[in-house]
C-alpha cells in the first residue's frame, strides 16, 4: 500500500507561486475511489453544472522538492495557458538546452566540480572488426584524444561507448567545440540516432560507437534487442577495456533504442564487469507497454515510422559509410544484401504475429525477453550507476519514472515493480531528468555536460557530489514552467480523490446516489444514468498522440517557429464527434497541485465481444482551449487487473497493472456493465485557478492506435453506454494539494 505525508517544500518553490492561483499535475493517470464533495477551493459542497462539475478539494505538498527557474511559468502567473506553450525554444526546440539550476540539482549542494575546456583534439580508426557472440563480425569505430600533430594522447583515459541500429557514421551526439589539435569527429549538432562524441573525447575519453548486427557495417542478421545482440555487446565491452591507453573502466551512452540497449547490456554483465556507468536517454521499462501497443491496442502510428526509419537507415548508412571510406567499397554489395533480407526475416514473422493475435500481440515472452523492467534489479546488484533522461511527450513516457522508481527501489532492497515509499531514502546513484520534450528533441538535448560529470564521477572518480543529491528526480511541470527536484515517484505529499462523471458532463466529488435496486425501474431512469458513444475506426486524427507518437512531427517545428503547434496543443476537434464524451470540473478558484498516478475507471455496457477505450486528460482555459497533458488506452478483453502489481494508496488503485497475456483475456459480455481501469501515462502540470481539468472519454485513436483485423471485426458496430450508477460509479481519480506546498 502507499502512504502519503506531508513534506514542506523549500522557499525556492513557494516564493515562484506566491499570490499564483494554480494546479499541478504529477504522475500517472488512472480513475479510483471516492471522497466527500467539496467545491474547487476545499470549503464545501459544490453543485454541478452543463459541462463543469464540482471539482476536489485540495490536499497537501509533495515531497522533498525545489523549482528551478527554466522558464517563466504563464500558470504561475495566473494567466491560464500552460507555461510549456510559451517556454523558451532552448528549452523545447529542436536541441533543448539543460537549465543551469537542473545541472547543479544533479550534485549535492556545495559542489565544486566544473566542465573542463577542451583540452585534446580527436584522432580515429574506422570500421574495426570485433568477433562478436558466435565469431559473428561487429564493426566499430574508435574515436581517441590526440596531440596536435594528431597522434594520440598520453592516457590512461576511460572509455564510452554506444551500440547502434542506425549506423556509425550518422553525425555526432555533440557539437565539436575546437579542442586543441585536429577533430576527424563531424561538426553537426546532436544526432537523434547517435554516433560519436567529440565533448567527451576531447575531455579525456576514448570513444567506441558499434554497429549492432544487421545493420550498418556489421554482420549477421538484425532483430528488435534480440537477446544475442547483448551477448556481441559483452565481447566488444571487453575489447573496448582493453584498448591500448584505456584505464580499463567503461561507461555507455546514447538515446532511445541506443539507451534501451544499454540498460539491456547492464543487466546482464554481472557485478565484476568492466562497465561502471551508463546515462541512457529517452530508454523504455517495457517495450510492449510503452510504445508497441498501448492498452493492448497495437501503436500503429509508431511502429511504421520505426519500419520506416530502420530499413531507410540500414539502406543508407552503409553507403554513407563507403563514401566516407572507399577501401569498404567491395562490402557494400554483399552488405545491402544482408540487410534487406535481415529486416524482411525480422518485420515478416513480427508483423504477422502482431496483426493475426500472436505471442507477439501480448505482453509475453517475446517482449518479456526485451524488457528492461526485468532487469532493474540486476542493474543495481551490479553496481552500475544509472543517469536516466526522458519526456513528458516522449515515446517512453510511462516507463522513465518506472525505471526511477525501480532503480531506487532495488537500492534499497525493494521489489522494482512497486511504488517508493513516501520518504524512502534515495540515493544519486540513480537520477531522472524529465522534461517537456518530445522523442526527437529529447535524444538531442544537450546533455554534454551532465554526461561528462556523471562519467568524471564514476569512471575517474572525482569528487562530483552527484551520488550524494537529495533530490535526484528532476521533473518538468508543464504548468509552471520550472522542473520540480524532488525525490520519490509517485511524487510524495497527496491523498487521492475520486472525481465521478456526473450529469451534464460534470466532474465532481459527488458520488451517485441512486440505490442499485432503483436503477432498472423505468428505462429513462437507466438511460438518465448513462451516456451513449459508438466504436469508430478513426475519430479525428487531429490530436496530441498524432504528434507524440510521431516524435514530435507537428510540435518540435512550431516551437522553433514560436507558433502554437496545430493538433498538438487543442483536443477540441478530437472532442465534437459521437465516438467521445467529456467530463469536467468547475473552475477552480485557487491554486492547488494535482499529481499522480491516477486512474480512468470506466463502467459500461457494449453490445459487442470487444471494446476499445480512450482516456485523454486536458486543462481547459477560460478561453475553451482543451490543452492535452496525457492520455492512456485500454483494449476490453484485456481489461483484467493484477492486484499485486497495481499500486493503491488509501485503499484506492492508483495505477492498474493489466497483465495483457492470452491467458488472461477475456470477451466481454455484451449488455453487461463492465469495469474497464484505465491506466492513463503519467505527467506533470501547473493548473492555474480560472481553469478547469477534463477528462475526455472515446473509442478511437487514429493513427496512434488500431485495432488488428479480428479485433476491428468484433468492435465494428458497437454503441457503448458509460454507466454513472451507484453500482457502476464511472470516475477519474486524481491526487490534489495545494500547490505552494
Known sequence: MLHRFRVRRPKARTAALAGASALVVCGAITA?????????????????????????????????????????????AGTGAPAVESAPSSLTGVQPQIPSDVVSASSAPG????????????????????????????SVDEYYP?????????????????????????????????????????QSPDSPTGGPDSYLVQRGYI?????????????????????????????????????????????TYGPSYLGIDQ???????????????????????????????????????????????????????????????????????????????????????????????????????????????NLLSPIVANEIPAYLVGGE??????????????????????????????????????QLLDGPWEHINASMADLDPLELEWFDTWLKGENTGMGSTPTPLHYYDLGSGNFDETTTYPFTGAQPQKLYFGDDGSLNTTAPATPAAAENKTENKAASQSDTISWSPTGVPC????????????????????VPAACADDDRLTQAGPWEKTYTTAPFTQAKTLEGPINADVYAKANTTDTEWVAQVEEVTPSGQSYPLTEGALRGQLRAVDPSRSWTAGGDTVYPYHPYTQASSE?????????????????????????????????????????????????????????RTASAPSSLTVELRPAGD
Open 111 to 138: 559542489s565544486t566540480w566544473r566542465p573542463e575546456p577542451a583540452k585534446y583534439g580527436t584522432a580515429s580508426k574506422k570500421d574495426i572488426t570485433v568477433a562478436g557472440a558466435g565469431g559473428t563480425s561487429i
Open 667 to 723: 470477451p466481454v459480455t455484451p449488455g453487461a456493465a463492465e469495469e474497464y481501469q484505465i491506466q492513463v501515462f503519467p505527467t506533470m502540470a501547473t493548473i492555474p485557478a480560472g481553469d478547469r481539468l477534463r477528462v475526455t472519454i472515446s473509442t478511437a485513436d487514429a493513427p496512434h492506435l488500431s485495432p488488428d483485423p479480428a479485433q476491428a471485426a468484433a468492435m465494428s458496430g458497437g454503441v457503448y453506454q458509460i454507466q
Open 146 to 186: 590526440a596531440n596536435a600533430d594528431g597522434t594520440p594522447a598520453k592516457g590512461p583515459f576511460p572509455v564510452v561507448m554506444t551500440m547502434t541500429p542506425y549506423g556509425k557514421e550518422l553525425n555526432g551526439s555533440s557539437v565539436s567545440t575546437g579542442a586543441a589539435g585536429s577533430s576527424q569527429l563531424p
Open 32 to 76: 479510483v475511489p471516492s471522497l466527500a464533495s467539496a467545491s474547487p477551493d476545499g470549503s464545501g459542497p459544490g453543485t454541478g453544472t452543463t459541462a463543469t462539475g464540482t471539482a476536489a478539494a485540495g490536499i497537501t505538498a509533495a515531497g522533498t522538492a525545489a523549482t528551478s527557474t527554466a522558464a517563466t511559468g504563464s500558470a504561475a
Open 263 to 373: 540498460m539491456l547490456l547492464a543487466g546482464s554483465v554481472g557485478r565484476n564487469s568492466p562497465l561502471k556507468a551508463i546515462f541512457p536517454d529517452v530508454a523504455s521499462n517495457n517495450i510492449y507497454r510503452d510504445t508497441s501497443y498501448m492498452g493492448g491496442l497495437i501503436d500503429a502510428e509508431f511502429n511504421l515510422t520505426y519500419m520506416g526509419l530502420t530499413g531507410g537507415l540500414n539502406q543508407v548508412n552503409p553507403l554513407a559509410d563507403t563514401a566516407s571510406d572507399p577501401t569498404v567499397l567491395y562490402k557494400l554489395a554483399s552488405l545491402e544484401a544482408d540487410h534487406a533480407s535481415s529486416l524482411g526475416t525480422f518485420y515478416a514473422p513480427v508483423l504477422s504475429s502482431m496483426l493475426s493475435g500472436g505471442d507477439v500481440a501480448y505482453d509475453q515472452d517475446y517482449w518479456q525477453q526485451r524488457s528492461t523492467q
Open 543 to 562: 490530436g496530441r498522440p498524432f504528434d507524440q507518437w510521431s516524435m514530435g512531427s507537428l510540435s518540435i517545428p512550431a516551437q522553433a517557429a514560436g
Open 207 to 251: 570513444d567506441v560507437v558499434m554497429d549492432i548486427r544487421g545493420t550498418g557495417d556489421s554482420g549477421g542478421q538484425f532483430g528488435l534487442f534480440d537477446p544475442i545482440q547483448t551477448q556481441d555487446e559483452k565481447k566488444v565491452l571487453d575489447w573496448a577495456a582493453r584498448l591500448p591507453g584505456s584505464n580499463g573502466k567503461v561507461g
Open 393 to 430: 511527450f516522449d515515446l517512453f513516457q510511462n516507463g522513465e519514472p518506472l525505471n526511477y522508481a525501480g532503480l531506487q527501489n532495488a537500492y534499497e532492497g525493494r521489489s522494482s515493480t512497486a511504488a517508493m515509499e513516501p520518504g524512502q531514502a534515495t540515493t544519486g546513484r540513480y
